[in-house]
């Protein structure tokens, strides 16, 4: 589960592969996660969901490329909702894990 794993080491908490997590966004009573973190993981597990529910016909899963893509993108979107609110500092002390992420990828890993 690589986008388990990229969303761990964004939150700098190492969470196994746990059904709750994949089916709800929410970890387990005994992983302590500050409200950032347990923001940010909901975040990107429901986008996970999401793109299984949209791929489920496909003959391929969605790929770790394509889940990376899609968090690039609703997290303009989330920008822009924390900017209109005039929160843009919660919207960075929960994103910019992510963010740096994103600006350390390199282009050709996001085609697949």
Same mark, same amino acid.
């Given at each position: 589960?690589?986008?388990?794993d990229?969303?761990?080491?964004?939150?700098?908490?190492?969470? @196994? !592969?746990?059904?709750?997590?994949? &089916?709800?966004? +929410?970890?387990?009573?005994?992983?302590?996660?500050?409200?950032?973190?347990?923001?940010?993981?909901?975040?990107?597990?429901?986008?996970?969901?999401?793109?299984?529910?949209?791929?489920?016909?496909?003959?391929? @899963? !969605?790929?770790?490329a394509?889940? &990376?893509?899609? +968090?690039?993108?609703?997290?303009q979107?989330?920008?822009?909702?924390?900017?209109s609110?005039?929160?843009?500092?919660?919207?960075?002390?929960?994103?910019?894990?992510?963010?740096?992420?994103?600006?350390k990828? @390199?282009?050709?890993?996001?085609?697949?």
């Amino acid at each position: 589960m690589k986008t388990l794993d990229t969303a761990s080491t964004r939150i700098h908490h190492n969470i @196994p !592969p746990n059904p709750i997590i994949a &089916v709800f966004g +929410v970890a387990p009573e005994w992983v302590s996660l500050s409200n950032c973190q347990s923001h940010s993981l909901a975040f990107a597990t429901l986008l996970a969901c999401r793109l299984i529910l949209l791929k489920w016909k496909d003959r391929t @899963p !969605p790929s770790h490329a394509h889940w &990376v893509r899609d +968090v690039m993108a609703h997290l303009q979107l989330e920008e822009l909702r924390y900017r209109s609110q005039g929160c843009v500092n919660n919207y960075y002390k929960i994103w910019q894990p992510f963010l740096d992420y994103f600006k350390k990828l @390199p282009c050709a890993s996001l085609t697949a």
